[in-house]
């Protein structure tokens, strides 16, 4: 973990591949961002976490370009998304991956014609290879075979995560956008699943963008933490700086009991690993 | 770690060396770009080379440019994943993101058995979805009985409590179905009443008999076209709305939500619904007939030359009032089916969105289907016992 931040810390000089500057959005006359900046460089997870309602999800959609901001620039590999002709727009909407709260799989498709959808419409794939990919980006994510040919309807909650960030990856994106990938998840499917995104992050070189409340996942993947709070980013470094951060909201958060427990059980399994190791 | 090389910094686009792999005195050699735009031509590729090339003494990766896990995914399936991570781990050369990503998608595929798909015979399948359609009808008729039973305990449970009726749902309802529905009701049944009088006064010419499209319009709109046509609008824009909101509310588990605070989704949703629609329905029934008698007597009045006093005339000396009651009587039984009708697809919505669009559409078909069905029994009935 420490050599990875490092390694972070080395590309901090490097372009940010998402630039967000001046960001505001409004809903009427509901302020939900002023001046917001974020950067997000290659190769790193960046967790997003801030109180219900700091437009944590309205961030992302702002990025994604489902939103469209009040004001503000946002560049996404040194382009704006409403500045693109609508086929450059697509080609660059095909280099994310985005896993919705609630998974957003079609309940009208079974699971590997789900993850078929872009394969067959962008990537150009005959529906049968389309359809051995997708089966093959549902064994990446964990999923057992029988569950290929299911629909959403019938599947648990984590499994449904798990299908939907097969789709998020069916393009292999480069960016992966997660809202709240571990919400509604029990406690050892949610680190499960930590664990997957840390291993697809090192396995196929992504860049991901995760919003969450979970502190365990914070601290079993994050490389950098960005606060949400006061209408923009407070702060957005590592989680040892920012967890010292005097603002009375990251006390709160990261020092309320749930804050120090989570802190704990990362200690703990550094101490562990760290025992193995010798 | 280093930091990895990214797609974009390399010198070539991906893609623009296709992927190669050649097989050479037991040893495989894997070229180009393996990525999924060439998804297709990798795997006829590797169909090509002969049988010794699944299990090769060397595999040779060191001219790979780009990868990605679908052209990972190619190779593990055809060396088979345990044989490519063997080789994998052995390579030393190979930069350490290409070597990961390798080992991820063969480690994923270990376990992984492709599904088989079930293979049926067609006459058999056809035989099968013949059996549960019939069945289906057989279920859908049983439970649309159960549902009317249950409805019509719950009322009679209901209406001694005046404490339980539900006034503000019953009303708004109302307005709802009733109201609202009334200009396009009485629209429609304006124009159909204009071209049964036109129909009339064509066919009727010929034998000299042009004032006798007074009595056939009459005839028509009190005994069968005005509650035939507000029934069927409403079946169309009531028992969907039903439908859809009962359904929509039954995914957002708000059903399930009633129930465990121990109120009845039948006294809650359904009554107010059902009774309502008994209103409504008479009523627009009412107003459909006399938009209609409107219609064809502008039509005699412009076009026939039969006065409006004369219209009125033949109508107060032929029509007899329980031309009326058989039409009107026939609104309540009919408003009662489409709203139970709407109301219990609305509760057989399953979980997903198209579940809503297919109860939906069925509930639009079943209340249609009926009302006319039972338009076609009543008006057999009412005919021979000469009413």
């Not at chain 1, 382009?79 to 697509?90: G, I, Q, W, Y």
């Not at chain 2, 304006?190 to 066919?203: E, K, S």
């Not at chain 2, 009032?321 to 009919?334: D, Q």
């Not at chain 2, 609305?346 to 669009?357: I, L, M, T």
């Amino acid at each position: 973990m420490a050599a990875v931040a490092g390694t972070r810390q080395s590309q901090h000089q490097a372009e940010p591949i998402i630039k967000v500057s001046n960001l505001c959005n409004r809903f009427g006359e509901h302020v939900v961002h002023e001046d917001l900046d974020l950067n997000l460089f290659r190769g790193e997870i960046l967790g997003v976490v801030g109180g219900s309602g700091t437009g944590k999800s309205v961030l992302l959609r702002s990025i994604i370009g489902l939103r469209k901001p009040t004001s503000g620039n946002i560049r996404v590999f040194g382009e704006t998304l409403d500045a693109l002709s609508p086929r450059a727009r697509s080609r660059m909407e095909q280099r994310f991956g985005v896993l919705f709260q609630g998974g957003a799989l079609f309940t009208s498709l079974n699971l590997q014609e789900n993850i078929a959808v872009p394969l067959i419409e962008h990537a150009g794939l005959k529906r049968p290879d389309a359809e051995r990919v997708a089966r093959m980006k549902l064994a990446l994510t964990g999923l057992p075979p029988d569950a290929a040919l299911k629909y959403p309807a019938e599947l648990s909650g984590g499994m449904v995560k798990r299908a939907s960030l097969a789709r998020a990856l069916a393009l292999d994106p480069e960016i992966l956008f997660l809202d709240e990938p571990t919400a509604g998840l029990d406690p050892i499917g949610a680190a499960a699943f930590d664990e997957l995104i840390v291993t697809l992050r090192n396995a196929l070189g992504l860049t991901v963008f995760l919003v969450t409340h979970d502190l365990d996942t914070l601290y079993s993947t994050c490389d950098r933490v960005a606060v949400l709070s006061q209408k923009r980013v407070l702060v957005a470094d590592t989680l040892e700086t920012v967890a010292v951060n005097p603002d009375e909201w990251i006390q709160d958060y990261f020092n309320g009991p749930r804050g120090r427990a989570a802190s704990y059980a990362a200690a703990n399994r550094t101490q562990r690993q760290q025992g193995e190791n010798v | 770690m280093e930091p990895r090389p990214s797609q974009s910094q390399a010198s070539d686009p991906i893609g623009s060396r296709p992927g190669n792999a050649r097989f050479e005195s037991g040893g495989l050699t894997i070229t180009g770009d393996w990525t999924l735009s060439g998804y297709h031509s990798l795997l006829q590729q590797l169909a090509a080379l002969p049988a010794g090339a699944k299990t090769p003494d060397r595999l040779d990766l060191s001219a790979l440019e780009h990868i990605d896990t679908a052209g990972a995914s190619v190779l593990a399936s055809f060396l088979g994943p345990e044989t490519l991570e063997q080789h994998v781990s052995a390579e030393e050369i190979l930069p350490e993101e290409k070597a990961a990503l390798l080992l991820a998608v063969a480690r994923s595929l270990e376990d992984w058995q492709e599904p088989l798909p079930p293979k049926v015979s067609p006459v058999r399948l056809f035989l099968g979805h013949t059996g549960q359609q019939v069945e289906a009808l057989g279920h859908l008729i049983w439970v649309l009985l159960g549902f009317i039973g249950q409805t019509l305990a719950t009322l009679a449970w209901v209406l001694p409590r005046p404490k339980r009726w539900r006034v503000t749902p019953f009303v708004a309802s109302i307005q709802d179905t009733g109201l609202n529905a009334l200009p396009i009701v009485a629209l429609l049944t304006f124009l159909v009443g204009a071209v049964v009088a036109f129909l009339g006064a064509t066919v009727l010419e010929d034998f000299g008999a042009t004032i006798y499209t007074v009595n056939l319009v009459a005839f028509s709109f009190l005994r069968e076209f005005g509650v035939l046509l507000a029934a069927i609008l409403l079946a169309g824009r009531t028992a969907s709305s039903f439908t859809a909101h009962i359904g929509a509310m039954k995914v957002n588990e708000e059903l399930d939500a009633i129930r465990t605070l121990g109120l009845s989704p039948i006294e809650l949703l359904v009554l107010p619904r059902v009774l309502a629609m008994m209103i409504s329905l008479p009523i627009l029934t009412f107003v459909g007939m006399m938009a209609g008698m409107v219609g064809g007597a502008l039509v005699c009045v412009l076009s026939l030359d039969i006065t409006l006093t004369q219209f009125l005339a033949i109508v107060e000396r032929d029509i007899a009032l329980r031309h009326f009651l058989v039409g009107i009587s026939k609104a309540p039984v009919f408003a009662f089916l489409i709203a139970v009708i709407g109301c219990l697809e609305g509760f057989k919505v399953g979980g997903s969105a198209q579940s809503v669009g297919e109860h939906t559409t069925s509930s639009v078909v079943q209340s249609i289907f009926i009302v006319i069905l039972l338009d076609a029994i009543a008006a057999l009935f009412f005919m021979e016992m000469g009413w």
